[in-house]
């Protein structure tokens, strides 16, 4: 077993062990809110609620659209966005725990489930959005180009791709600055990325 198989297995095993006690994590944060199936920041920082309104607002410009595809989808906060504004989502996670929570939390008949492993999937369809949050910091640095090819070829073509994701250098040792939206362009894929 390669060292970036055997980090993949161990992310496995940690959100398959903790899948509960995350999303508990998340609500005891308040990081996210469920009100109607919306997404709102928590009622005590203004800078968190500020960053999920930005994330939203640029989310949104790219909604609503026909197909999705969600990697990562975990319990749901993002995915019940989704599901309101999209034909057809399909939510992959390599947890079966998560999805079993994402179900509970979104119950929209037009989300499809996929219990796979992101980074050995390939899908049978192409979406015109690839959307993931906080799973690119996931992705082994050996596995990083077969990632980005997988959401490339995931798109139909002038498809989008959004993420959000923690910032990942020396600034972000210790605190996470705030930062605005980046977009960015890669050869044959268009993009947004949102890093809090």
Same mark, same amino acid.
């Given at each position: 077993?390669?060292?970036?198989?055997?980090?993949?297995?161990?992310?496995?095993?940690?959100?398959?062990?903790?899948? /509960? !006690?995350?999303?508990?994590? &998340?609500? =005891? +944060? #308040? $990081?996210?809110?469920?009100?109607?199936?919306? %997404?709102?920041?928590?009622?005590?920082?203004?800078?968190?609620? /500020? !960053?999920?309104?930005?994330? &939203?607002? =640029? +989310? #949104? $410009?790219?909604?609503?659209?026909?197909?999705? %595809?969600?990697?990562?989808?975990?319990?749901?906060?993002?995915?019940?966005?989704?599901?309101?504004?999209?034909? =057809?989502?399909?939510?992959?996670?390599?947890?079966?725990?998560? %999805?079993?929570?994402?179900?509970?939390?979104?119950?929209?008949?037009?989300?499809?489930?996929?219990?796979?492993?992101?980074?050995?999937?390939?899908?049978?369809?192409?979406?015109? %959005?690839?959307?993931?949050?906080?799973?690119?910091?996931?992705?082994?640095?050996?596995?990083?180009?077969?990632?980005?090819?997988?959401?490339?070829?995931?798109?139909?073509?002038?498809?989008?791709?959004?993420?959000?994701?923690?910032?990942?250098?020396?600034?972000?040792?210790?605190?996470?600055?705030?930062?605005?939206?980046?977009?960015?362009?890669?050869?044959?894929?268009?993009?947004?990325?949102?890093?809090?």
């Amino acid at each position: 077993m390669t060292k970036d198989e055997s980090l993949i297995e161990e992310q496995i095993a940690y959100y398959r062990a903790r899948a /509960r !006690e995350y999303d508990e994590r &998340l609500k =005891r +944060l #308040n $990081r996210y809110m469920s009100l109607g199936g919306e %997404l709102t920041g928590p009622t005590g920082d203004p800078d968190d609620g /500020r !960053e999920i309104a930005l994330a &939203l607002d =640029r +989310l #949104n $410009r790219l909604l609503p659209v026909r197909h999705v %595809l969600e990697l990562a989808c975990g319990t749901g906060w993002w995915t019940q966005h989704l599901a309101q504004r999209a034909e =057809r989502v399909t939510a992959v996670d390599a947890a079966p725990e998560m %999805l079993a929570l994402n179900r509970k939390r979104v119950a929209a008949s037009n989300v499809d489930y996929v219990l796979e492993d992101i980074l050995s999937w390939a899908p049978d369809r192409h979406y015109d %959005l690839v959307f993931f949050a906080f799973w690119l910091s996931h992705v082994p640095k050996g596995r990083f180009e077969a990632f980005w090819h997988l959401v490339r070829e995931s798109l139909v073509p002038g498809g989008h791709f959004f993420f959000i994701d923690e910032l990942s250098n020396n600034l972000a040792q210790g605190f996470e600055p705030n930062l605005d939206m980046e977009s960015f362009s890669v050869p044959s894929m268009m993009g947004e990325s949102f890093v809090p």
